[in-house]
C-alpha cells in the first residue's frame, strides 16, 4: 500500500471543517500549562454529512463527565460534530459537571441544526473546577461562525486543545482503497499525565495488542472512507492498542483520556468488512496515523530530553512482556538515568525483576541501540555483563532517541513500550508554588 502523508490535519479529508477560538475558559490556578494568555482554548470539528463513529476511552475509575457523555452517545453510532475546550478537565465535578457538558453538545447541535447526541465532546485541564459556561456558549456560538476547511483552521483547532503541549500534533494522509482515493486527518495533544489505558467503554482492563500536572491524552481523527461503526470500532481498537495505549511519559493515566474517530463516506468507496483485504489498508493507515500522532506526544512530553523506544521479546505470555516493559519504562531510577545518558543495566533489571512478569536472572539480555545502527550493543547476556565497555554503552544510550532491547528468553511474547526520560525540568514544572495559584496542577 502506498501511504503518502499530507497537509491539512482533521480538514484534509472531504466534508469536514475546523475551527479554534479563544473564550477565556480557564481561570486563576488552572496552572502553567493553560496559563498562555489568550491562546485558543475551544475546537470545533464538523463534518458536512453524518458520520460512523468510534472511541476509545480512559479506564480510570474516576471519570470526567465529557468521556461519560461520549461513552453514552456513541452507541447511537453517528457523529457530526466534536467540541474540545481545554482549561477545564470537567472532571470530578458531579451532577453539575454532567448537565455541563451535556449542555454543550446541546449548544452546538443548535447552532449547526443536529441533534445534540451527534455531537461528541471533549474537555482537558485542571480536575476539579466546574465549567464557565457563559463563556463556554459564547466561544461555541463563535466557533461555528467561524468554521473552515483549509490548513490554518485545522492549526486553530489543534492549538485550542493544547494545555502543557509546546507544539500542536497533526498528520493526514492520502491512500487508495477500492479504486478511490482516501484520506485520514487526525490531531492529539498531551505533554503530561500521560500513560494511557483505553477501552472502547472505559471500562478495565484495557486491551492488549492481540489479547500529573493537569494533562490528557485527547486525539480526534476523521476520514472520509465509508465504514461502518462496527468495522471503524474494529480498527480503532487494533490502532489504539498498538500507539498511545503504548505510551508512557510519567506513568499517570488521566480522568479525561479519548479517541474519537469520524467517517462520513464522502470518498465514495464501497464499504467493507473485517475480514476483507480493504480492511487491511484501512488498518494500516489508520495504525500509521495514530502511532506517528502517540510518538508526537512522547517527544513532547513535559521536560522530555529523550525518547526510549522499550522492546520486549521472549517473555511467557503478553501480559508478561507488557508488565516488564512498563515496569522498565515507568521507572524514576531508570527514567532518571536515562536524562543522564547512564546506560546503567542495573536499574532495569531491577524493574524486571519487581514487575509481574516472570524473569530469571540467569536467562536476561539487555542491549542498546542507537537510531544510526543496525546492530543491537549488549550490557547484558544471560544475566551476566558482556565485554562492551562503558564509553560503548554511554555512546549507544546517547542520542535523544535510542532503543532498549530486553529478552527474557522464556518465551515467544513481546511487547513496545515508547518511553520518555525523567528531567529537572519536568519536576520544576509540575511541583507548584502554594503562594502561587497560577502555578498549581489539576
Known amino acids: 500500500m502506498k501511504l503518502t502523508e499530507i497537509n491539512g490535519s482533521i ?51 474516576v471519570c470526567a463527565a465529557p468521556v461519560k457523555v461520549c461513552v453514552e452517545y456513541l452507541k447511537k453510532g453517528v457523529a457530526q ?55 463556554v456558549e459564547q466561544g461555541i456560538v463563535k466557533a461555528a461562525g467561524l468554521l473552515g476547511a483549509t490548513a490554518e483552521y485545522a492549526a486553530h483547532a489543534a492549538e485550542a486543545i493544547m494545555t502543557s503541549d509546546t507544539r500542536p500534533k497533526q498528520i493526514a494522509v492520502e491512500f487508495v482503497l477500492g479504486g478511490k482515493k482516501i484520506r485520514i486527518g487526525g490531531m492529539c495533544k498531551g505533554a503530561g499525565m500521560i500513560q494511557p489505558g483505553m477501552s472502547a467503554t472505559g ?38 492498542a498498538n500507539s498511545f495505549n503504548r505510551i508512557t511519559v510519567d506513568g499517570d493515566m488521566s480522568t479525561n483520556d479519548t479517541v474519537l474517530v469520524l467517517a462520513n463516506g464522502l470518498a465514495g468507496n464501497k464499504r467493507f468488512k473485517v475480514q476483507n483485504s480493504e480492511f487491511g489498508i484501512f488498518q494500516s493507515a489508520l495504525n500509521h496515523v495514530c502511532l506517528e500522532l502517540a510518538k508526537m506526544i512522547v517527544r513532547d512530553g513535559e521536560g522530555v530530553h529523550r525518547v526510549v523506544t522499550i522492546r520486549v521479546n521472549g517473555a511467557k505470555t503478553i501480559q508478561d512482556a507488557d508488565a516488564a516493559a512498563r515496569a ?45 545502527s543496525p546492530k543491537i550493543l549488549w550490557s547484558l547476556k544471560r544475566g551476566q555483563p558482556t565485554k562492551a565497555t562503558f564509553k560503548q554503552l554511554c555512546a549507544a544510550a546517547a542520542p535523544k532517541e535510542f532503543e532498549l532491547h530486553i529478552n527474557l528468553n522464556l518465551g515467544k511474547a513481546a511487547a513496545v513500550m515508547y518511553a520518555a526520560d525523567l528531567t529537572e525540568e519536568y519536576v520544576d514544572f509540575n511541583k507548584g508554588d502554594v503562594g502561587d495559584p497560577a502555578s498549581l496542577g489539576g
Open 11 to 61: 480538514v484534509a479529508p472531504q466534508g469536514f471543517m475546523a475551527s479554534g477560538i479563544f473564550c477565556d475558559i480557564k481561570k486563576l490556578g488552572t496552572g502553567k500549562g493553560s496559563n498562555k494568555g489568550q491562546k485558543r482554548d475551544l475546537a470545533l470539528i464538523v463534518s458536512e454529512a453524518p458520520a460512523s463513529v468510534a472511541g476509545m476511552f480512559t479506564t480510570n475509575q
Open 81 to 135: 460534530a466534536v467540541v474540545i475546550n481545554s482549561g477545564n478537565a470537567n472532571a470530578c465535578t458531579g451532577r453539575q459537571g454532567l448537565r455541563d457538558a451535556k449542555a454543550m453538545t446541546q449548544i452546538v447541535g443548535r447552532e449547526l441544526g443536529i441533534a445534540a447526541h451527534k455531537v461528541f465532546v471533549g474537555s482537558t485541564g485542571r480536575i476539579g473546577m466546574t465549567m464557565p459556561m457563559a463563556n
Open 203 to 240: 471500562k478495565r482492563p484495557a486491551a492488549l495488542p492481540h489479547g500529573g500536572l493537569h494533562a490528557t491524552m485527547l486525539c480526534f481523527i476523521t476520514t472520509d472512507a465509508a465504514v461502518e461503526s462496527r468495522v471503524l470500532r474494529a480498527a480503532l481498537q487494533e490502532s489504539v
Open 328 to 372: 522498565v519504562a515507568n521507572s524514576a531510577l531508570v527514567k532518571t538515568s536515562w536524562h543522564g545518558g547512564d546506560p546503567n543495566w542495573g536499574r532495569i533489571i531491577d524493574a524486571l525483576g519487581y514487575s509481574a512478569a516472570t524473569i530469571v536472572e540467569e536467562k536476561v539480555d539487555i542491549g542498546y541501540r542507537s537510531e544510526n
